[in-house]
Nanobody, 124 residues
Framework: QVQLIEFGGGLVQAGDSLRLSCTAS????????MSWFRQLPGKERELVAS????????LYPASVRGRFTISRDSAKNTVYLQMDSLQPEDTAIYYC?????????????????WGPGTQVTVSS
């Protein structure tokens, strides 16, 4: 069983940067896929970044491409999300997700492991 915990959320102003981190624990070895999702009240979780363990496959949706950067430190079982040029529409709860499937997963329902989430609020 994998436990995930996110760190780094907070309140920032438009144009600012923020870095989230998520550490996996509970077993030996980093999950194959680690990703970040976000969710607004009443809406489905949206994928914002995904990375395989070796970093060979990284995925971003158009809404964050060029502003968000995902990276992994497999030795620390940690995934990071660097968020630059934040905008009010980036305000959401950000969740870390992980799975051992050997394919890129874009749907939230496909992930087995989730963190509790961290709030990111961007003021205008």
């Amino acid at each position: 069983q994998v436990q995930l915990i996110e760190f780094g959320g907070g309140l920032v102003q438009a144009g600012d940067s923020l870095r989230l981190s998520c550490t996996a624990s509970g077993r030996t070895g980093s999950p194959y896929i680690m990703s970040w999702f976000r969710q607004l009240p009443g809406k489905e979780r949206e994928l914002v970044a995904s990375s395989t363990r070796d970093g060979a496959n990284i995925l971003y949706p158009a809404s964050v491409r060029g502003r968000f950067t995902i990276s992994r430190d497999s030795a620390k079982n940690t995934v990071y999300l660097q968020m630059d040029s934040l905008q009010p529409e980036d305000t959401a709860i950000y969740y870390c997700a992980a799975d051992d499937a050997k394919v890129v997963l874009t749907a939230a329902r496909s992930y087995d492991y989730w963190g509790p989430g961290t709030q990111v609020t961007v003021s205008s």
